[in-house]
Nanobody
Framework: VQLVESGGALVQPGGSLRLSCAAS????????MTWVRQAPGKGLEWVSV????????DYADSVKGRFAISRDNAKNTLYLQMNNLKPEDTGVYYC??????????????WGQGTQVTVSS
């Protein structure tokens, strides 16, 4: 199992980014997936989840209405579209296997993360 995130960048408040997570060794469509972030000096926070097969989604209150999780089954890739970014969205974003509303590095497979910085 390998997960490789990309798409992080420095962006101004109000801007948008799309994060990608390329998966290998398993199919994203057949596995529930979670986006998790870690702000500087803080703990892990779940951001969004997508169920396997039907692709039912859910979002943390802090990002609801601004972020959208999706996947491309043909590319075996998970995405996180982030709009109207705020400084508090700054952090390292990880894609993780499984549904992890209480994220733990001891569960699931994790990518290396991609840095998102929201600042003027």
């Amino acid at each position: 199992v390998q997960l490789v995130e990309s798409g992080g960048a420095l962006v101004q408040p109000g801007g948008s980014l799309r994060l990608s997570c390329a998966a290998s060794g398993f199919t994203v469509s057949g596995n529930p997936m979670t986006w998790v972030r870690q702000a500087p000096g803080k703990g892990l926070e779940w951001v969004s989840v997508i169920s396997r097969f039907a692709g039912i989604t859910d979002y943390a209150d802090s990002v609801k209405g601004r972020f959208a999780i999706s996947r491309d089954n043909a590319k075996n890739t998970l995405y996180l579209q982030m709009n109207n970014l705020k400084p508090e969205d700054t952090g390292v974003y990880y894609c993780v296997t499984g549904i992890q509303r209480s994220p733990s590095r001891n569960r699931g497979s994790w990518g290396q993360g991609t840095q998102v910085t929201v600042s003027s």
